[in-house]
């Protein structure tokens, strides 16, 4: 009796856990960039539900299959959002990101003149 209760606060609250990632999928839609996520993150944290996918499939763990198809979904629409917000997946040098000062454009308030090979 216990384990079953267990495991449906566990499979709801991992449900809960991967609905999370449309925060900040609406997050990114509101600002209409996605500078400011790692799309590298994503893809991991996608990649680890698929391969927990996988495993619940292999094992029929019912919990296991709801939790990551909700989060493999979830993720996924995450990273297709967030990648088609930069612009071309051919080439990502035309990416929009956040923050489009270079480091060698800044210069901090103690050093304000920039540095030459004498």
Do not use: E
């Not at 956040?98 to 304000?112: E, F, K, L």
């Amino acid at each position: 009796m216990f384990t079953q209760f267990l495991g449906t606060v566990a499979t709801a609250y991992g449900v809960l856990g991967a609905l999370k990632s449309l925060l900040q999928t609406r997050q990114m839609l509101a600002r209409r960039t996605s500078g400011d996520v790692s799309a590298g993150f994503l893809a991991s944290y996608v990649g680890g539900y698929a391969i927990w996918l996988a495993y619940g499939l292999s094992t029929g763990s019912l919990p296991l299959i709801v939790v990551d198809t909700v989060g493999l979904l979830c993720g996924g629409l995450t990273l297709a959002v967030a990648l088609s917000l930069r612009g071309s997946l051919i080439r990502p040098a035309t990416w929009n990101s956040g923050n489009t000062t270079s480091i060698s454009q800044t210069r901090s308030a103690a050093d304000p003149q920039p540095h030459t090979l004498a």
